[in-house]
Antibody
Framework: EVQLLESGGGLVQPGGSLRLSCAAS????????MSWVRQAPGKGLEWVSA????????YYADSVKGRFTISRDNSKNSLYLQMSSLRAEDTAIYYC?????????WGQGTVVTVSS | DIQMTQSPSSLSASVGDRVTITCRAS??????LAWYQQKPGKVPQLLIY???TLQSGVPSRFSGSGSGTDFTLTISSLQPEDVATYYC?????????FGQGTKVEIK
């Protein structure tokens, strides 16, 4: 059974940093590109970032480019999102997703709140 | 960047009705189009990929069509458990933009 378990969310002040993690199981992690998608309170889905199978290619939404860094460790079956210079508008549930290439599995999400 | 526009933004229909949601891409995306269903308070789930291929386990009353710039999600006979917000998404290249969503309610 495919499982994606996000962690690392929390309350952070504007300008602060946070690192999200996603532990994957139930599939060969290194064979699949992965993505992060977020959803602000009461709003729609926003694709944030994606990474290739090897980690050699990474892609970002304009809204986070230069502030967020996606990475993966295939030896640990883990996906990461390093977030810095956080803003109030980054407040959202962050979902880790598997790309097949459509996003066929989603984690339960981790909540990030940016507030002073 | 390619924009994805869904219509309508919301709809209300009776149980058993045929429901159609449209998604338009600002440029051609071949058939790299997915539809997701998000029930209230739940995680989004993949319904359809490659514009018309039903994800495993999805009821056959859901169907998708289209190619290029114009796509459609159809629910052939609306059921109470279909109350949700539906999103289209392009995935041919980054950014993997979502549509703004269509909220479906029961009349």
């Amino acid at each position: 059974e495919v499982q994606l378990l996000e962690s690392g969310g929390g309350l952070v002040q504007p300008g602060g940093s946070l690192r999200l993690s996603c532990a994957a199981s139930g599939f060969t992690f290194s064979n699949y590109a992965m993505s992060w998608v977020r959803q602000a309170p009461g709003k729609g889905l926003e694709w944030v970032s994606a990474i290739s199978t090897s980690g050699g290619a990474a892609y970002y939404a304009d809204s986070v480019k230069g502030r967020f860094t996606i990475s993966r460790d295939n030896s640990k079956n883990s996906l990461y999102l390093q977030m810095s210079s956080l803003r109030a508008e980054d407040t959202a549930i962050y979902y880790c997703t598997k790309n097949t290439p459509a996003q066929d599995y989603w984690g339960q999400g981790t909540v990030v709140t940016v507030s002073s | 960047d390619i924009q994805m526009t869904q219509s309508p933004s919301s709809l209300s229909a009776s149980v058993g009705d045929r429901v159609t949601i449209t998604c338009r891409a600002s440029q051609g995306i071949s058939n790299y189009l997915a539809w997701y269903q998000q029930k209230p308070g739940k995680v989004p789930q993949l319904l359809i990929y490659a514009a018309s291929t039903l994800q495993s386990g999805v009821p056959s009353r859901f169907s998708g069509s289209g190619s290029g710039t114009d796509f459609t999600l159809t629910i052939s006979s609306l059921q109470p458990e279909d109350v949700a917000t539906y999103y289209c998404q392009k995935y041919n290249s980054a950014p993997r933009t979502f549509g703004q969503g269509t909220k479906v309610e029961i009349k």
